[in-house]
């Protein structure tokens, strides 16, 4: 009884001499796999995914907006283009950040370089608005039939409308595309 004991007590040893944060020598107990920490400790790391990436839209949406720009950006740095027309979005709308309507385009050409029709349909209204950019109607009109091509609707619905800008952004945001140059 007392060798079963004792050979009962000499395994407990590895838990019992742990580290504080839970780890072992051959993991961790009871990880965070799923938390928003586990999550931007990955990305902060450069271990991006498309699981990962896809947080960035919960994070964003929770008003998180600081912490959403970081996983994205790892992300867009990665190759997702889904993640650079996140960063456009928070980029061309202050958020996070101070507006950037210059680093908005940027991202949305990239994302329309990678051959990402939103990103061709975002960077082609970037090009016909003149927003972050200077403004090409012809080659605004360009991307967006790129768009359309691989089958974005909304490109479809504004080359049946003409390329009439007012169909796809509604006027209340007319201020915002202003040429000023």
């Not at 060798?3 to 051959?26: I, T, W």
């Not at 600081?66 to 867009?76: D, P, S, T, V």
């Not at 507006?99 to 990103?119: C, L, M, S, T, Y």
């Not at 360009?142 to 509604?170: C, F, H, I, M, N």
Request: hydrophobic share 40%.
């Amino acid at each position: 009884m007392r060798k079963l004991l004792l050979v009962g007590c000499l395994c407990l040893l590895p838990v019992l001499a742990q580290a504080e944060d839970g780890s072992l020598e051959h993991g961790t107990l009871n990880p965070e796999e799923m938390s928003l920490n586990t999550v931007m400790q990955k990305a902060l790391r450069g271990e991006v995914d498309m699981v990962t990436c896809a947080q960035g839209y919960f994070i964003t949406k929770s008003g998180r907006h600081a912490m959403a720009r970081q996983l994205f950006e790892r992300c867009a740095e990665a190759g997702y283009t889904g993640a650079m027309t996140w960063m456009a979005q928070l980029d061309d709308n202050g958020l996070g950040a101070p507006e950037n309507p210059e680093a908005a385009a940027a991202w949305d050409r990239r994302a329309a370089e990678a051959g990402d029709p939103v990103g061709q349909f975002n960077y082609g209204l970037d090009l016909m608005r003149g927003r972050g950019v200077a403004q090409d109607m012809d080659l605004g009109r360009s991307y967006v039939d790129q768009a359309a091509a691989a089958g974005l609707q909304v490109a479809k619905r504004l080359q049946d409308a003409g390329y009439d800008l007012d169909e796809v952004t509604p006027d209340a945001d007319n201020w915002k595309y202003q040429v000023l140059f």
